[in-house]
Nanobody
Framework: VQLVESGGGLVQPGGSLRLSCAASGFTFSSYVMSWYRQAPGKERDLVARITSAGGSTNYADSVKGRFTISRDNPKNTVYLQMDSLKPEDTAVYYC?????????WGQGTQVTVSS
Protein backbone atom coordinates (compact mmCIF):
# COMPACT_ATOMS: atom_id res chain seq x y z
CA VAL A 1 0.00 0.00 0.00
CA GLN A 2 1.28 3.43 -0.92
CA LEU A 3 -0.08 6.96 -0.73
CA VAL A 4 2.30 9.48 -2.27
CA GLU A 5 1.55 13.17 -1.87
CA SER A 6 2.98 15.85 -4.12
CA GLY A 7 2.45 19.49 -5.01
CA GLY A 8 3.48 21.17 -1.79
CA GLY A 9 5.85 24.12 -1.64
CA LEU A 10 6.28 27.76 -0.76
CA VAL A 11 3.56 30.19 -1.85
CA GLN A 12 2.72 33.79 -1.05
CA PRO A 13 -0.45 34.70 0.84
CA GLY A 14 -3.38 34.77 -1.55
CA GLY A 15 -1.76 32.23 -3.83
CA SER A 16 -2.83 28.74 -4.86
CA LEU A 17 -1.47 25.22 -4.76
CA ARG A 18 -2.84 21.89 -5.93
CA LEU A 19 -1.89 18.82 -3.92
CA SER A 20 -2.11 15.34 -5.39
CA CYS A 21 -2.12 11.96 -3.69
CA ALA A 22 -1.43 8.91 -5.83
CA ALA A 23 -2.63 5.63 -4.35
CA SER A 24 -1.60 2.06 -5.05
CA GLY A 25 -1.90 -1.36 -3.48
CA PHE A 26 -5.56 -1.22 -2.49
CA THR A 27 -8.99 -0.73 -4.07
CA PHE A 28 -8.92 3.06 -4.20
CA SER A 29 -12.50 3.45 -5.39
CA SER A 30 -13.81 1.71 -2.26
CA TYR A 31 -12.16 4.08 0.20
CA VAL A 32 -13.16 7.42 1.67
CA MET A 33 -10.26 9.77 1.01
CA SER A 34 -9.26 12.70 3.18
CA TRP A 35 -6.65 15.39 3.56
CA TYR A 36 -5.33 16.23 7.01
CA ARG A 37 -2.77 18.79 8.09
CA GLN A 38 -0.45 19.22 11.02
CA ALA A 39 1.25 22.47 11.97
CA PRO A 40 4.31 22.51 14.26
CA GLY A 41 3.29 21.85 17.86
CA LYS A 42 -0.32 21.14 16.93
CA GLU A 43 -2.47 18.08 16.41
CA ARG A 44 -3.23 16.60 13.02
CA ASP A 45 -6.61 17.95 11.90
CA LEU A 46 -9.03 17.01 9.17
CA VAL A 47 -9.07 19.46 6.26
CA ALA A 48 -11.39 17.82 3.74
CA ARG A 49 -13.03 14.47 3.01
CA ILE A 50 -14.63 12.90 -0.06
CA THR A 51 -16.73 9.76 -0.27
CA SER A 52 -15.66 6.75 -2.31
CA ALA A 53 -17.65 7.68 -5.43
CA GLY A 54 -17.02 11.38 -4.97
CA GLY A 55 -20.64 12.25 -4.41
CA SER A 56 -20.19 13.98 -1.07
CA THR A 57 -17.55 16.21 0.46
CA ASN A 58 -17.03 18.00 3.72
CA TYR A 59 -14.55 20.60 4.89
CA ALA A 60 -13.12 22.11 8.00
CA ASP A 61 -14.71 25.49 8.68
CA SER A 62 -11.33 27.17 8.33
CA VAL A 63 -11.00 26.16 4.66
CA LYS A 64 -14.60 26.25 3.41
CA GLY A 65 -14.90 28.29 0.25
CA ARG A 66 -11.13 28.24 -0.35
CA PHE A 67 -10.21 24.54 -0.70
CA THR A 68 -11.74 21.92 -2.96
CA ILE A 69 -11.23 18.17 -2.68
CA SER A 70 -11.79 15.93 -5.70
CA ARG A 71 -10.85 12.46 -6.87
CA ASP A 72 -10.24 10.59 -10.09
CA ASN A 73 -10.95 6.93 -9.39
CA PRO A 74 -9.61 5.57 -12.71
CA LYS A 75 -6.32 7.35 -11.93
CA ASN A 76 -6.32 6.33 -8.24
CA THR A 77 -5.66 9.93 -7.28
CA VAL A 78 -7.19 12.45 -4.90
CA TYR A 79 -6.57 16.18 -5.15
CA LEU A 80 -6.76 19.21 -2.93
CA GLN A 81 -7.06 22.54 -4.71
CA MET A 82 -6.08 25.29 -2.28
CA ASP A 83 -6.88 28.89 -3.17
CA SER A 84 -6.60 32.17 -1.26
CA LEU A 85 -3.95 30.64 0.93
CA LYS A 86 -3.20 32.20 4.29
CA PRO A 87 -0.13 31.96 6.54
CA GLU A 88 -2.19 29.88 8.96
CA ASP A 89 -2.54 27.21 6.26
CA THR A 90 1.16 26.44 6.71
CA ALA A 91 1.48 22.78 7.71
CA VAL A 92 2.41 19.32 6.55
CA TYR A 93 -0.51 17.96 4.55
CA TYR A 94 -1.27 14.23 4.71
CA CYS A 95 -3.41 12.03 2.52
CA UNK A 96 -5.58 9.41 4.25
CA UNK A 97 -7.57 6.45 2.99
CA UNK A 98 -10.27 4.90 5.20
CA UNK A 99 -12.63 1.95 4.85
CA UNK A 100 -14.28 -0.08 7.61
CA UNK A 101 -11.75 1.02 10.21
CA UNK A 102 -8.72 0.32 8.07
CA UNK A 103 -6.66 3.46 7.48
CA UNK A 104 -3.63 4.26 5.37
CA TRP A 105 -1.49 7.41 5.49
CA GLY A 106 0.91 9.12 3.15
CA GLN A 107 4.25 10.58 4.18
CA GLY A 108 3.06 14.17 3.93
CA THR A 109 3.96 17.21 1.86
CA GLN A 110 4.98 20.58 3.29
CA VAL A 111 2.95 23.66 2.45
CA THR A 112 4.38 27.01 3.52
CA VAL A 113 2.46 30.23 3.03
CA SER A 114 4.72 33.23 3.54
CA SER A 115 5.71 36.48 1.91
Amino acid sequence: VQLVESGGGLVQPGGSLRLSCAASGFTFSSYVMSWYRQAPGKERDLVARITSAGGSTNYADSVKGRFTISRDNPKNTVYLQMDSLKPEDTAVYYCNALRRGRAYWGQGTQVTVSS
